[in-house]
T-cell receptor, first 111, second 115 residues
Framework: AQSVTQLGSHVSVSEGALVLLRCNYS??????LFWYVQYPNQGLQLLLK??????LVKGINGFEAEFKKSETSFHLTKPSAHMSDAAEYFC?????????FGIGTKLQVIP | NAGVTQTPKFRVLKTGQSMTLLCAQD?????MYWYRQDPGMGLRLIHY???????AKGEVPDGYNVSRLKKQNFLLGLESAAPSQTSVYFC??????????????FGPGTRLTVL
């Protein structure tokens, strides 16, 4: 069964600094991986997803993630953090008929 | 398009009371899901549906029932609410769902408190 692990439930970065949110997966089948973002008091929305093809996936708001099979990782990055990036980020892994979510990482951006 | 809507947005129940949460989507999606979100636990799947008239259990189905009589609606019922069901409930839908490569579209959530 697909499972995902997010390392770090809280991450703080300074405005303008690199954002790195970590996600590792485990699966016996080809992985389908997602990053979702949740702004306060809202539902989740898709940032980006990997299904097949190019391993570097670009998403909305300047975020990108790289699928690394050898490391079973799908870390989310953004070169320069903006105050509006403060939110909770969820990594998720796709399996048959359902998706398994990680516990989430809250990103704090310090002015 | 309204996307995915949830009714109500907030609700307070007493232990033992019952209620139904309504989810509606106007995107003609086949798959619909109910999740609960609790601090430190992420989203956990309660029940899901792969089409009109079908339902299936997810990770944490106990204490909940669901129905999908119409393709656009997915109802979540609590027959006898317990304090452990205090949570934020999210509904989501996706076009196909096979191997879950599809994007899920989420509603705004329902914040439920059980006293």
């Amino acid at each position: 069964a697909q499972s995902v692990t997010q390392l770090g439930s809280h991450v703080s970065v300074s405005e303008g600094a690199l954002v790195l949110l970590r996600c590792n997966y485990s699966s016996s089948v080809p992985p389908y991986l997602f990053w979702y973002v949740q702004y306060p008091n809202q539902g989740l929305q898709l940032l980006l997803k990997y299904t097949t093809g190019a391993t570097l996936v670009k998403g909305i708001n300047g975020f990108e993630a790289e699928f690394k099979k050898s490391e079973t990782s799908f870390h989310l990055t953004k070169p320069s953090a903006h105050m509006s990036d403060a939110a909770e980020y969820f990594c998720a892994g796709g399996g048959y008929q359902k998706v398994t979510f990680g516990i989430g990482t809250k990103l704090q951006v310090i002015p | 398009n309204a996307g995915v809507t949830q009714t109500p947005k907030f609700r307070v129940l007493k232990t033992g009371q019952s209620m139904t949460l309504l989810c509606a989507q106007d995107m003609n999606h086949e798959y619909m899901y109910w999740y609960r979100q609790d601090p430190g636990m992420g989203l956990r799947l309660i029940h899901y549906s792969v089409g009109e008239g079908t339902t299936a259990k997810g990770e944490v189905p106990d204490g909940y029932n669901v129905s999908r009589l119409k393709k656009q609606n997915f109802l979540l019922g609590l027959e006898s609410a317990a304090p452990s069901q205090t949570s934020v409930y999210f509904c989501a839908s996706s076009p196909l769902g096979y191997f879950s490569t599809d994007t899920q579209y989420f509603g705004p959530g329902t914040r439920l408190t059980v006293l």
